[in-house]
């Protein structure tokens, strides 16, 4: 994703700050398999500290996740929170550690990434009301009558 410039920032003053909104594709982010990354979109508030950058946003991911009872794709929003400090002097810098890149500029990709990752929930649903699949002939009970006699729910 593109990078936030941050150049007149690193000359300010400590407790100056830049705020940076953001609206990127997620392609090329190294999702897990069963998520497909649509956009992000959010804004940052960053604030020089002595001797770092704090980055904080507020996002939504929109991705394509896979229901858990029907096994169709659906869309969801992931909102998410990020809070992170980026080293200013990159030596100081352990290699887990963020930075600010010698032209002055800080990559959100990585930090976004995570909170994506972090904010997936464990339980995915098209909907509340989702009747999934049936056990007996397979069909996805939401778009076709099951002619079997299993009248169970998969779920
Ligand atoms: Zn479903
Ligand atoms: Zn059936």
Request: hydrophobic share 35%.
């Amino acid at each position: 994703m593109e990078k936030i410039d941050t150049k007149k920032l690193l000359i300010a003053e400590t407790g100056a700050k830049q705020a940076a909104e953001i609206s990127e594709t997620l392609k090329g982010f190294d999702l897990p398999e069963t998520v497909e990354g649509k956009r992000v979109i959010g804004r940052v508030v960053i604030t020089k500290l002595d001797d770092s950058l704090l980055v904080k946003g507020d996002f939504v991911a929109g991705v394509i996740l896979i229901c858990d009872r029907c096994l169709e794709n659906f869309k969801a929003h992931i909102p998410f929170r990020l809070e992170r400090d980026y080293n200013i002097d990159r030596s100081q810098a352990s290699a887990e550690e963020l930075f600010v890149d010698k032209y002055g500029q800080i990559d959100l990709t990585e930090p976004i990434r995570e909170e994506i990752i972090l904010n997936i929930p464990l339980h995915n649903l098209c909907s509340e009301k989702c009747l999934g699949i049936c056990q007996g002939c397979g069909v996805n009970l939401n778009n076709e009558k099951c002619c079997c006699k299993n009248k169970k729910r998969s779920n």
